[in-house]
């Protein structure tokens, strides 16, 4: 009889907890996995996933104001929210089904339930059932965070934006990072009344703020109301039903939906991680070591829950290299420098690498290349938006630090410059390549 039950349990079943068990099931590990919700975790489920379809059914709403410049004629165009929002969630549920098939493919046993750690080597099921397991992955990701304010009840998060019932006419939105600032460009361009509340002068904190601060004009110029160095203090539901939003600079804004973007926690309350004697953070997060593994040595963890990148990409390549490590015989663990990101705002925001700021932390001679461009497809709007790249370089030694864009496709075409980065190429590199033209990608290599 096997000294344990499975080789592996994993308790998440979001993009780093199901690729781990997935690749551990291949090299032959007998692997479970639970999950209390659905499966796919914030990616699929109530993340990236969903919110990039509705960006994209958000950007129609310009093209089709720019229809008549561009020699179409159109009627009269009408948007229903209960038709993309039903779409939306649709796919989701084709995602989730197709999670559930990889996983079952390479012989993983699958719990739809919610599972506690009971000791280092135990885990057990709200069913009741008491599992063993040579291993235990923690994968369960973060958890909005809902600020202490009067009224917070009747708040959303963005694990409930995907299923209003209705698109609220008038929404507020409090926070300035990526959540708040991609759901106030999507439901101001869908043509709700959008109002930003952040409590400090500056959005997307950790962006290169030269980029940034392009952004907030063409925010107000696209018809959001941004109320920055405020925060909201109270949200009383009025006879109507609307909502008052009481702010901390005195003013009131009445609106149909609150939406609370004001960060994510690791999601390891009631995980039982105290029964293994596994540390927690002062946030609540995992700490683990290079190779994923927590201050028990049978205890690992990936994704959000630790606290390190909190992209799906990096959980992803996390939880392989676990698996890789635990039964592939290849101990290995992810390079967690140089990842690349980007803000679904409307125009969009990516970046790789080091800021101007960063860099000149780490380096005595840094050199700063940029273009200040308006897209060709811009030239359809009424608009004046611009492009902006920038370029950050090691002087001494020509390497290229960094990049960092805002205008149309930005995300798209960071992709590629990331491989340039992560390769450690020089500036003299990207001058030598040829132009496409024209396009906004070929900035990249005629910058000054």
């Not at 390079?335 to 803000?343: E, K, L, R």
């Amino acid at each position: 009889m096997a000294e344990y039950d499975y080789d592996l349990f994993t308790i998440g079943a979001g993009s780093g907890g199901v690729r781990a068990s997935r690749i551990a099931g291949t090299h032959g590990a007998r692997v479970a996995i639970a999950e209390e919700y659905r499966y796919g975790g914030t990616c699929v489920i109530r993340g990236c996933v969903p919110k990039k379809m509705l960006v994209y059914a958000s950007m129609f709403a310009e093209q089709l104001g720019h229809t008549q410049t561009k020699g179409w004629t159109i009627g009269d165009a009408k948007f229903d929210w209960a038709a993309l929002r039903d779409f939306v969630n649709s796919d989701v549920d084709r995602l989730e089904g197709l999670y559930g098939e990889t996983l079952g493919n390479a012989g993983v046993e699958s719990f739809s339930e919610r599972a506690t750690i009971t000791g280092p080597n135990t885990v057990k099921l709200a069913s009741g059932r008491e599992i063993s397991a040579r291993y235990i992955l923690v994968a369960t990701g973060g958890w909005p965070v809902m600020p202490e304010f009067p009224g917070a009840e009747h708040c959303i998060s963005s694990n409930e934006v995907f299923h209003l019932a209705e698109q609220p006419k008038r929404l507020v939105v409090m926070g300035g990072g990526y959540i708040a600032v991609e759901f106030a460009g999507i439901f101001n361009a869908l043509g709700s009344k959008v109002t930003l509340v952040n409590r400090s002068e500056t959005i997307l904190r950790t962006y290169e703020q030269e980029v940034v601060e392009r952004l907030p004009p063409i925010m107000e110029a696209r018809g959001m109301d941004l109320r920055m160095n405020t925060q909201i203090t109270g949200v009383e539901k009025l006879a109507d039903g609307s909502l008052e939003v009481s702010l901390s600079n005195g003013e009131k804004i009445v609106a149909d939906q609150v939406l609370v973007a004001t960060g994510r926690a690791p999601n390891t309350a009631g995980l039982g991680l105290e029964n293994a004697g596994v540390k927690l953070g002062h946030k609540g997060e995992i700490p683990v070591d290079a190779y994923s593994k927590t201050s028990c040595d049978s205890i690992y963890a990936v994704g959000d829950v630790t606290d390190r990148i909190q992209l799906t990409p990096v959980a992803i390549r996390e939880g392989h290299a676990v698996a890789d490590t635990l039964f592939g015989d290849d101990p290995r663990h992810v390079d967690h420098s140089c990842v690349a990101s980007a803000v679904f705002s409307q125009p969009s925001i990516a970046a790789v690498g080091l800021t101007e700021a960063q860099a000149r932390r780490e380096f005595d001679d840094v050199k700063v290349y940029t273009s200040n461009f308006r897209p060709m497809g811009n030239i359809f709007s009424h608009r004046v938006e611009r492009g902006f790249y920038k370029m950050v370089v090691d002087g001494k030694s020509d390497r290229v630090l960094g990049i960092h864009m805002i205008g149309p496709d930005s995300a798209e075409i960071i992709q590629a410059a990331a491989v340039a980065v992560k390769a450690k190429l020089t500036k003299a590199d990207f001058d030598a390549t040829v132009a496409i033209h024209p396009t906004m990608a070929e900035e990249l290599v005629l910058l000054k």
